[in-house]
């Protein structure tokens, strides 16, 4: 099974070191730039966490949208679970 996005691409049945070092790399790399982008643009990402704050403070609702590409694949519940509970299904 070869790692998705893993550079340079192989046809392989397994993992090797080679292969796992390579997804680590790509990986850090990938991290390394979202955090550059968090630190420049921190000051918007904290107004946006106050803005949020005071809202669910005020008992508003706020719903978080995204592409989905990584919440296809994060362990952690993008639910609501964690703050406040999920809205009721309607169908």
């Not at 809202?55 to 706020?62: D, E, F, N, S, T």
């Not at 995204?66 to 296809?72: E, L």
Request: charged share 15%; net charge negative; glycine share 8%.
């Amino acid at each position: 099974m070869a790692i998705p996005n893993a550079a340079p691409h192989r046809e392989r049945t397994a993992l090797d070191a080679e292969d796992v070092a390579a997804a680590l790399l790509d990986r850090a790399w990938a991290l390394s730039m979202v955090l550059s982008l968090i630190a420049t643009n921190s000051h918007q990402v904290t107004r946006a966490a106050a803005i949020v704050v005071e809202a669910l403070a005020g008992g508003h609702l706020v719903v978080v949208c995204g592409n989905g590409g990584s919440a296809a694949v994060t362990p952690i519940p993008s639910n609501g679970d964690s703050i406040g509970g999920t809205l009721p299904r309607r169908w």
